[in-house]
């Protein structure tokens, strides 16, 4: 059986590695993965043609990496099983992120070359379009961003029933009527009630 009390200590690393992880998945999923060169050797390139236009990135590991940050916060403020489905959440979102990342580095490739044709940088049959190759920074920043993303929020997932969570006083004040708490008999109910406490010198608000 597991520890509650070390089950409780694992709340703050996996919530600050589960943030950061997608903070940084965040960044990565915006900048271009790809960097594109023109057509090296005796291939001629063509005027007019903007190869770094030809860089591409993931709109959808942007955006599923946004989902996950907001999963982060939502884990933190909810509770019960809410909680957990937001967490099962997070390891769908970071598993998408994760796979749409993997698999970039062929469809992104073949993407740039055959813009590359289309816009004429590759006139020639044996000339290759462009020189492409995975970006040395944002693509390898973003699959380590994928592993630390699906590894938090698995945790999560594991560990959050134990987790503790946000007290109810933090809740709306209706629920505390909703108990059926009774109210003192002489608690003035009305602004007649009120003038009439102060009138025989009592304090209204006690």
Same mark, same amino acid.
């Given at each position: 059986?597991?520890?509650?009390?070390?089950? +409780?200590?694992?709340?703050?690393?996996?919530?600050?590695?589960?943030?950061?992880?997608?903070?940084?998945?965040?960044?990565?999923?915006?900048?271009?993965? &790809?960097?594109? @060169?023109?057509?090296?050797? @005796?291939?001629?390139?063509?005027?007019?043609?903007?190869?770094?236009?030809?860089?591409?990135?993931?709109?959808?590991?942007?955006?599923?990496? &946004?989902?996950? &940050?907001?999963?982060?916060?939502?884990? %933190?403020?909810?509770?019960?099983?809410? +909680?957990?489905?937001?967490?099962? %959440?997070?390891?769908?979102?970071?598993?998408?992120?994760?796979?749409?990342?993997? @698999?970039?580095?062929?469809? %992104?490739?073949?993407?740039?070359?055959?813009?590359?044709?289309?816009?004429?940088?590759?006139?020639?049959?044996?000339?290759?379009?462009?020189?492409?190759?995975?970006?040395?920074?944002?693509?390898?920043?973003?699959?380590?961003?994928?592993? &630390?993303?699906?590894?938090?929020?698995?945790?999560?997932?594991?560990l959050v029933p134990s987790w503790p969570e946000m007290g109810s006083k933090y809740d709306a004040?209706?629920?505390?009527?909703?108990?059926?708490?009774? +109210?003192?008999?002489?608690?003035? @109910?009305?602004?007649?009630?009120?003038?009439?406490?102060?009138?025989?010198? +009592?304090?209204?608000?006690?």
């Open positions: 059986m597991a520890d509650p009390q070390r089950s +409780r200590r694992t709340f703050g690393p996996v919530v600050l590695l589960g943030l950061a992880s997608a903070a940084l998945a965040a960044v990565a999923g915006t900048k271009p993965w &790809l960097e594109v @060169e023109p057509p090296g050797g @005796e291939c001629p390139t063509v005027p007019g043609v903007d190869y770094a236009a030809l860089e591409l990135g993931s709109p959808l590991a942007g955006a599923l990496s &946004l989902v996950v &940050l907001a999963a982060w916060g939502v884990v %933190l403020v909810s509770r019960g099983r809410f +909680r957990r489905a937001v967490a099962a %959440l997070a390891v769908v979102a970071s598993a998408g992120y994760l796979v749409t990342a993997i @698999e970039a580095y062929s469809s %992104l490739k073949d993407s740039a070359r055959r813009e590359a044709v289309e816009a004429g940088a590759a006139p020639w049959r044996d000339c290759s379009a462009v020189s492409v190759w995975m970006n040395n920074d944002w693509w390898p920043a973003a699959l380590l961003a994928g592993v &630390l993303c699906v590894t938090a929020a698995v945790a999560a997932v594991v004040p209706a629920g505390a009527r909703a108990t059926g708490e009774a +109210r003192p008999t002489d608690a003035p @109910e009305s602004n007649i009630d009120i003038w009439k406490a102060l009138d025989e010198g +009592r304090d209204p608000t006690a």
